[in-house]
């Protein structure tokens, strides 16, 4: 063998890593140690996928709740603004009521009303001017209160309008944290699927689909339906047909219709359409509407997911809900027992 030939013998030896023998004697390179740097394997993808979609999921939560409550004090904003606005207005006129009252005052000689009226000789003068005494002590003494309360009301209305101001400002911070929380967990986890060769791509979903089938089985053999017989009210059907008529449309965080929904945005338009007005989140729908045992789920219901309430899909009867799972995926049917349930909420009891 040449010494270029040996060179390379080591060279190639050496790239493999430690080698050790066989019970044969033959040399077998060691595994390498795991680095950051070598690919996982398709299951820890999937579950690292998962935990990058459940944390956008969580932070998405977060911006809609910003966002609504920003929108509320948006709106408390612009009352407050109209209601300085007539106060100015009434506040002029006041003013210029009680100028005209003072010229008035100034005209008569400047002689206080009391010390005309005892100047009088005339009887009947004496009573009809009296009458009108009392009649303007109680308008000036009115016009005073009325001057007094408006400019206080003026100085709440300004103080709220900061307060709401404040808040405003500060749910724009939570916004603006939320949704680059949201976009740096959705490249993360897209970063890690476009890695995957098309056929390891299909499996990714296969083995998603494959989790959800495997819940959803255990969920049914529990014998959970044989319990579940409510109906849906009208106002529930309502909600149904608006959210299955859903199906197939995009999943986009933040989206409430109607060309893209995300899965709370879903729901919340949904019993829009049934007539109930409730609150945008899913954390927030756990939080505020009633609570209602499993067993007596009915049509319409949302079914509330997650430890930490970040997902929620709309009850459709026989096991199914309507839901929009996540981002690069559509609104679609799914199986209600197909991720771990934390409760149930009725909109309309």
């Not at 495997?214 to 044989?226: H, P, R, V």
């Not at 109906?231 to 986009?252: C, D, H, L």
Request: hydrophobic share 35%; charged share 30%.
């Amino acid at each position: 063998m040449t010494a270029a030939a040996l060179l390379c013998a080591a060279t190639v030896l050496a790239a493999s890593g430690p080698v050790s023998a066989d019970p044969r004697g033959r040399p077998v390179a060691e595994p390498e140690p795991r680095t950051p740097a070598t690919p996982k394997t398709l299951e820890e993808v999937h579950k690292e996928v998962e935990r990058l979609y459940h944390q956008a999921a969580v932070a998405t939560d977060a911006y809609n709740l910003a966002e609504e409550k920003a929108d509320k004090q948006s709106a408390e904003i612009v009352r407050l603004a109209k209601d300085l606005e007539k106060g100015r207005k009434k506040l002029s006129s006041l003013k210029q009521r009680a100028g005209a009252a003072a010229r008035a005052q100034y005209r008569g000689g400047g002689m206080p009303p009391q010390a005309q009226l005892m100047l009088s000789d005339d009887p009947q003068q004496f009573m009809e001017s009296a009458g009108r005494l009392r009649q303007g002590q109680k308008a000036t003494k009115g016009l005073m209160g009325e001057l007094t309360r408006t400019q206080e009301d003026l100085e709440s209305y300004a103080k709220s309008a900061t307060a709401q101001w404040k808040k405003l400002e500060k749910n724009r911070k939570k916004k603006a944290t939320a949704k680059k929380r949201i976009k740096e967990r959705i490249a993360a986890a897209e970063k890690l699927e476009e890695k995957l060769a098309k056929d390891e791509r299909k499996r990714l979903r296969e083995m998603e689909e494959a989790a959800q089938l495997e819940a959803q089985t255990a969920w049914l053999d529990s014998g959970i339906l044989k319990e579940i017989d409510g109906r849906a009210t009208a106002a529930g059907k309502k909600a149904i047909e608006y959210a299955t008529g859903q199906i197939g449309k995009p999943y986009v965080w933040g989206a409430e219709g109607p060309d893209s929904f995300d899965c709370s945005g879903l729901t919340s338009q949904a019993w829009v359409a049934g007539g109930r007005v409730i609150p945008r989140t899913s954390q927030e729908q756990w939080k505020q509407l009633p609570r209602i045992d499993i067993k007596d789920m009915r049509p319409g219901d949302l079914i509330i997911y997650q430890k930490d309430a970040s997902h929620v899909g709309l009850y459709i009867g026989e096991g199914a809900m309507v839901h929009a799972p996540r981002p690069g995926r559509d609104v679609t049917m799914a199986g209600a027992g197909s991720m771990p349930i934390l409760g149930v909420v009725r909109p309309d009891k």
